[in-house]
């Protein structure tokens, strides 16, 4: 795919259709559309006229054979993105992601495209290189005939009076971006048969080596030396043995404060069927992305070592397959993590918690200070929020703070929910030290929480249960159904902020 920008002279963009973003209830006499209405002739105002288009969000209106000569491009796309007052990056994003999708669909190969976002341009053209390679990810891969898409090959980001080395450096990180995400959504999108643990620790090492990340892969023997059983109780039911996939990004020079080392742990559970505790068998299909977290912290370990940032970055993968066996973990054994709790199991679908359990611990034996785990930990976080919003949980406001702070920037949603003594309480065995569920129907997604941080020590801490936002079920105009890709953005951000 080719991406690049330009500065000026937009009407010469040598493309086969031009993509303008049309604010709501904006008129064709606008400084921004005013020359471009002129340059076709009138074409923008009459279609506003004749179609009504008013610049809602998502609305599209297709404007074919611009008069030649005045415009090079063969059509123009007016895309609405909403209030003025409200666009934003993220904004520009599902612009030009809807904007992409709509004219793959039409044939064009190549387009260009006028965010028209006031203020930093390289953000601008950030977000319009992401919103252009994430809105071409499709779920097709599998299929040897008919498959769903057409590609757009080439994207031109036009931004006015820009200083070109800017849009080139926000091209840059927004492709970073957007090949991160769908690096992840392709690994959420495999096949539990194809995507074991120990195909996600290779596909981890191979873009590691691509990507100059070290990366270490932690075998059964070795998990069981450190004293992983919590981890390792969940694998027991399965033939494919578990792994800990272990990246470092390590700066050329650090600007970081001395000692200080952020962790992304995710939950890479490759398939749930709930072990021993059953699930039922409609919907178990689902559980293929279950190793969503995991692939979410891969995804971003890739962004970041493309990116470079100046501060280190420790991402740990629990690689597990949650099976019924001979040998798997029974509702009431008792098994010790890593840090020495005793944890007795009550309900074997509630494994996400007990790989996370040693994740957290390891990446704090690691050095780390601050811990991220995200996972798609329990159902009710989607009772409770739906696909909009990220459950977020943690031991230091401060931490949870950021970490929404960087959701509201990147466009991605995030909804705090409690913790505290009384729900951990909640989580007291009458013969261990804690008990991996806690009573039923009651603040599941809490509890899911308050049992990871028993596993935390000093380090601060904050948990995204992404189990609503990770899969969307429907198609959007920007965005093809299936894998998110959700929380990237953000933790980029993140670590990004802490340079
Ligand atoms: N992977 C599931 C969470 C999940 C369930 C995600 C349904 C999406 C849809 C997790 O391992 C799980 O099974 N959680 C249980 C916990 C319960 C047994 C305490 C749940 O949420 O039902
Ligand atoms: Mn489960
Ligand atoms: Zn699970």
């Not at 290779?202 to 450190?226: N, P, V």
């Amino acid at each position: 795919m080719k991406l690049q920008g330009i500065t000026a002279n937009f009407a010469e963009a040598n493309v086969d259709s031009l993509a303008v973003a049309v604010f709501k209830n904006e008129k064709a006499t606008t400084a921004g559309l005013k020359e471009l209405d002129k340059l076709t002739g009138g074409l923008i105002a009459a279609m506003m006229r004749s179609e009504g288009f008013n610049g809602e969000k998502n609305e599209t209106a297709l404007i074919r054979f611009v008069p030649k000569g005045a415009v090079k491009a063969g059509r123009l796309l007016l895309v609405g993105v909403g209030d003025e007052k409200a666009y934003n990056g993220p904004g520009v994003a599902a612009f030009v992601g809807t904007a992409t999708r709509f004219l793959r669909k039409r044939d064009s190969k190549s387009i260009a495209v006028l965010p028209r976002l006031s203020g930093s341009a390289a953000s601008a053209a950030q977000y319009a290189a992401q919103g252009f390679i994430t809105s071409q990810f499709e779920l097709d891969k599998y299929k040897t005939k008919d498959k769903l898409a057409k590609s757009v090959d080439s994207l031109t980001v036009c931004i006015d009076g820009a200083k070109p080395a800017d849009v080139k450096n926000g091209i840059a990180r927004g492709k970073a971006i957007g090949e991160s995400m769908n690096f992840t959504r392709d690994l959420a999108n495999e096949p539990p048969n194809i995507l074991t643990p120990t195909e996600m620790a290779r596909r981890a090492q191979a873009m590691a080596k691509e990507t100059g990340l070290k990366c270490e892969i932690l075998t059964e023997a070795q998990m069981e030396k450190l004293g992983m059983g919590s981890l390792l109780s969940v694998t027991k039911g399965s033939e494919q043995p578990a792994k800990m996939i272990v990246l470092r990004y390590e700066p050329a020079k650090s600007t970081g404060k001395k000692g200080e080392l952020l962790a992304l742990v995710g939950k890479g559970i490759t398939f749930d069927t709930g072990g021993i505790s059953l699930k039922p068998g409609e919907g178990m299909d689902a559980m293929k992305y279950d190793m969503s977290g995991g692939a979410t912290v891969i995804g971003a370990m890739r962004a970041i070592a493309l990116i470079k940032p100046t501060v280190p970055v420790l991402g740990v993968v629990a690689a597990v397959e949650n099976m019924p066996d001979g040998k798997a973990s029974r509702p009431s054994d008792v098994v010790t993590a890593m840090n020495g709790k005793t944890i007795e199991i009550l309900n074997t679908d509630a494994e996400g918690r007990l790989i996370l359990a040693d994740a957290v611990a390891y990446a704090e034996k690691q050095g780390a200070t601050r811990i991220v785990d995200m996972a798609t930990l329990t159902g009710a976080v989607i009772i409770a929020l739906g696909g909009h919003n990220t459950g977020i949980m943690g031991n230091d406001q401060a931490l949870v703070d950021e970490i929404i702070a960087c959701g509201k920037e990147t466009g991605e949603g995030y909804w705090q929910l409690p913790l505290g003594k009384e729900y951990s309480a909640d989580i007291r065995s009458d013969i261990a030290d804690i008990k991996n569920i806690g009573p039923r129907g009651k603040a599941g997604t809490i509890m899911g929480a308050v049992f990871i941080e028993e596993f935390v020590d000093k380090a601060k801490w904050a948990h995204l249960d992404i189990a609503g936002t990770a899969w969307a079920d429907g198609v959007k105009p920007h965005q093809a159904k299936g894998p998110t890709g959700v929380a990237i953005r953000t933790l980029v951000e993140l670590v990004e902020r802490s340079q």
